[in-house]
């Protein structure tokens, strides 16, 4: 989430509404609320009884109520968005306002990295594809599974299925019925299976992994097939520099990183997925098993020395020097990764590492004891919420936006860095 | 009487066209490089210390029902495996059709027969090695094959797609809502306590399983949710057709979906081969030494709720009923005493079917087996009467079986051996006999 340098960066806590769960029209419940980047605004759906549904915004209702409303998320730029559906049809609302075009599914909204773009997945008459900004593709697919946009919004993409299949039609499957949609329009090639696909910034062009057969994994750009062929593979990555892409990939029961010459990662890990690039390309870091049941961070194929039974949600800085991850013991005894480094602190639950761009600073979520809180650096905040949002780096990293929901009352603090002192 | 596999030949389009594509030197390479990368001490130990006493045999249902030694789970080996190694993978295309019939359709995987070897070989563990080969030839039965590429494609067992899964739950819901007004089925909330997971027929086929399980979630006042991804589905017939590649990739889906919502702990609907997937074979595919996420099943978790008094039956369902132990949870992971504290408390008249627990026979769906579909649904009929004569002796009028595959397997037994009982799951009955405060 980038921040923005005119939102209330004034030190100190404010309560933006006093009752999370308040909705000036009658209503029976309200579900579980959102907040806007900039946290001075909170939503929640609102069911209005009578199978009638409604957005709150600080308690204020849309004007329209709906059928259904659900999957309330606000974009990157702060407007709001949720999946609805009246007369039995779906669309998006953005702030209130639905799309003008409706069809008989719509579901998984996402968003650019700015939130300029708003994009979803949709169904009609029981064909697939996308919608953006209320334009659905011109080209529908008999299905669409691994639906993408890129960051800059200016493609989206997914796996669909080009060629019809009878009922346990096997062979026909084996021939290759899928191929990967670029706005629509589907490559020339068609495969067993694809995946993942990641569409490069810019350029537009899209890779995915792909199956040439039940046993021949590899990936695919722009439609042509890399030769090389592996036991396995997980989605690609491209080099924000070069354009070259990249994929984890298995050959003999071990798991290295693969350019279209060859691995460029030997094939040393027990496994090996979620690579990342730093902007200027010449970070890649990627959670690896070291040996069975022993994870960690490699960066450049070097793996962090400390190793854990789970590693996730990795982060790297732009600048490449902050590379951040969490670890944990059964999905409990959360630890946060920085730079190989293991953060003291162990908590029940933690949300994923957010690094500042400007400092290269971790702060995150976390909860402990039932409580909701914050770290910087491995150290508290000494604020509690009994729900909570990711924080917020400041544009010049020397605060962080805090904001959760304690008791009734949901609240933004602003906290310079040095209020973290647990 | 002995026959041999060449006797019962099977006609199958996945099996036919599969060795219709093989010669020997195929064979061959394919299964020195299956050995060679994958076949290691443990398949090795097995097959060495097998003295061949044959006291498997009487462990197996497919003896039990067939009284014919060539289904003794030694004789699956003898017929399968141990030739494959005699001739070093030297074996023809025939020979390849035998194995896939024999590991895919005449073993369902129940592991009961390691219960009763001395030297405790794990004859599921070869017959899945079979398998393995079987798949990397291309030589499947069609339908667990489609089953496996309906994985591939939308991350579930039944083709169901994006949309069909958010729909179905959505439309539960509406349903939901005319017992119990203010009832959800929360989709997408992060930091739910668990999420709850379920097997593609569900939203396929038995919708009422959803209903009731949201509708008992409700009435306990439980934080819950369900993934509205691919990630949903927890079965996971990859698994058993020898795809161990899209094995992982499904359980890194569901996995994931979990990390994601940031839940304490997944808790599976009553499902058998599932739990296995999950709890024992694809997390350790995908390197993890234990499930990186909790994983409850729904023996366990209606347990909980029941002892915890979050849940209070308004009566308990009329007996007499008997008690089907699922391999997958019971062999699998010890639930038979926390099965049967859950069916006594919310039944009467419980009748115990001999043997049982760690020692029932398997419905013979499981494995697998069911999902290769119609060419062979005779074989597991009849080569499960012993279940049948089993389940004759209790007398009863319902049999309680918390696994969908034995469901389905059961049925088509209760049908052909015309017993007359009535299969219910858990969740039918806690649903039915439950207090229901509020409910309309």
């Keep these: 989430m980038q921040a923005d340098q005119a939102w209330d960066w004034e030190p100190g806590a404010r309560t933006v509404l006093e009752d999370a769960t308040a909705c000036a029209a009658p209503h029976e419940w309200t579900e579980e609320p959102e907040s806007s980047p900039d946290g001075e605004r909170l939503a929640a759906v609102a069911n209005l009884g009578d199978g009638r549904f409604t957005v709150c915004v600080n308690a204020e209702p849309w004007e329209t109520d709906f059928e259904k409303a659900w999957y309330l998320r606000f974009s990157p730029d702060g407007r709001l968005s949720a999946v609805t559906m009246e007369d039995g049809m779906w669309t998006v609302s953005v702030d209130g306002e639905s799309w003008e075009e409706s069809f008989d599914f719509a579901w998984g909204t996402t968003f650019s990295a700015d939130g300029g773009v708003i994009a979803a997945c949709i169904q009609s008459d029981g064909r697939y594809g996308m919608v953006v900004d209320g334009a659905p593709w011109e080209t529908l697919h008999d299905n669409a599974n691994h639906f993408r946009i890129a960051a800059d919004g200016a493609h989206t993409a997914a796996a669909v299925q080009v060629k019809s299949m009878g009922q346990a039609d096997i062979e026909t499957f084996q021939k290759g019925i899928f191929s990967v949609a670029v706005d629509g329009e589907p490559w020339d090639a068609t495969f067993v299976n694809c995946f993942d696909p990641a569409i490069e910034v810019k350029t537009g062009r899209v890779a995915a992994t792909i199956r040439r057969s039940l046993y021949d994994y590899s990936v695919a750009v722009d439609g042509k097939a890399w030769e090389a062929a592996y036991d396995c593979a997980w989605g690609p990555v491209f080099h924000p520099g070069n354009g070259q892409v990249l994929a984890p990939v298995r050959k003999k029961g071990l798991w290295g990183m693969a350019g279209d010459a060859g691995f460029v990662w030997n094939p040393a890990f027990v496994q090996c997925h979620h690579p990342q690039f730093s902007a200027d390309g010449a970070t890649l870091a990627a959670i690896v098993a070291t040996s069975f049941g022993k994870f960690t961070v490699a960066v450049n194929a070097a793996p962090w020395s400390a190793t854990f039974p789970v590693v996730t949600d990795l982060r790297v800085s732009p600048d490449g020097k902050t590379v951040a991850a969490q670890a944990s013991t059964d999905n409990t005894a959360f630890r946060v990764l920085v730079n190989g480094s293991v953060w003291p602190g162990v908590y029940d639950m933690a949300y994923g590492p957010v690094i500042c761009p400007t400092t290269g600073q971790v702060a995150i979520r976390v909860e402990k004891d039932g409580k909701k809180a914050f770290v910087l650096d491995g150290k508290a905040h000494p604020a509690t919420f009994d729900r909570a949002y990711d924080p917020i780096f400041s544009p010049d990293g020397a605060k962080v936006l805090l904001r959760g929901i304690s008791g009734k009352a949901y609240k933004r603090i602003v906290a310079p860095v040095s209020a973290f002192t647990g | ?440």
Aim: aromatic share 8%.
């Design chain 2, 1 to 440: 009487m002995t026959t041999t596999i060449a006797d019962r030949r099977i006609e199958d389009a996945g099996l036919e066209a599969g060795i219709a594509r093989l010669t020997p030197e195929k064979i061959q390479k394919t299964i020195l490089a299956v050995l060679e990368g994958e076949g290691g001490a443990r398949l090795k130990t097995y097959v060495e210390t097998c003295v061949r006493c044959g006291m498997c045999a009487k462990a197996c249902h497919y003896y039990m029902s067939h009284k014919d030694p060539s289904y003794a789970p030694v004789a699956k080996v003898r017929q399968t495996m141990w030739e494959i190694l005699k001739h070093k993978g030297l074996v023809s295309p025939e020979f390849i059709h035998q194995c896939a019939q024999i590991a895919y359709t005449e073993c369902n995987l129940c592991r009961r027969c390691m219960h009763y070897c001395p030297l405790g070989i794990d004859t599921a563990y070869i017959m899945s090695f079979v398998r393995r080969i079987c798949h990397k030839l291309g030589v499947t039965p069609q339908y667990i094959q489609d089953t496996a590429h309906s994985h591939s494609a939308t991350m579930n067992q039944m083709w169901v797609k994006d949309d069909e899964w958010i729909d179905t739950l959505k439309w539960q819901e509406d349903e939901a809502r005319d017992e119990m007004p203010e009832l959800r089925i929360p989709l997408e909330v992060e930091g739910a306590d668990f999420m709850y997971s379920v097997i593609a027929p569900e939203p396929k086929f038995r919708t009422q399983l959803i209903y009731q399980a949201a509708f008992i979630f409700n009435q306990a006042g439980l934080n819950w949710t369900m993934p509205a991804t691919p990630g949903w589905d927890n079965s996971n017939m990859a698994m058993f057709s020898g795809d161990m590649e899209i094995m992982g990739r499904v359980e890194m889906a569901h996995f994931e979906a979990a990390q994601r919502l940031r839940v304490k702990r997944i808790v599976m609907g009553e499902c058998g081969h599932a739990f296995r997937a999950i709890y024992d074979v694809g997390n350790r595919w995908l390197g993890w030494g234990m499930h990186p996420v909790p994983v409850v099943h729904s023996i366990e978790f209606f347990w909980d709720l029941l002892n915890s008094g979050k849940i209070r039956m308004a009566k308990k369902y009329p007996g007499p009923v008997t008690i089907h132990d699922p391999c997958n949870v019971i062999r699998g992971r010890g639930l038979m005493d926390k099965l049967r504290e859950v069916v006594h408390a919310i039944c009467d008249g419980v009748v115990e079917m001999t043997p049982n627990r760690e020692h029932n026979y398997c419905c013979c769906a499981g494995g697998g087996v069911i999902n290769c579909g119609p060419p062979f649904k005779n074989v597991r009929i009849v080569g499960n009467s012993v279940k049948a004569d089993q389940l004759k002796a209790t007398g009863v009028k319902t049999c309680i079986a918390p696994c969908h595959n034995c469901h389905g397997g059961l049925e088509d037994i209760i049908h052909k051996y015309g017993l007359g009982i009535e299969l219910k799951f858990l969740g039918d009955i806690i649903y039915e006999c439950m207090e229901k405060k509020g409910a309309s």
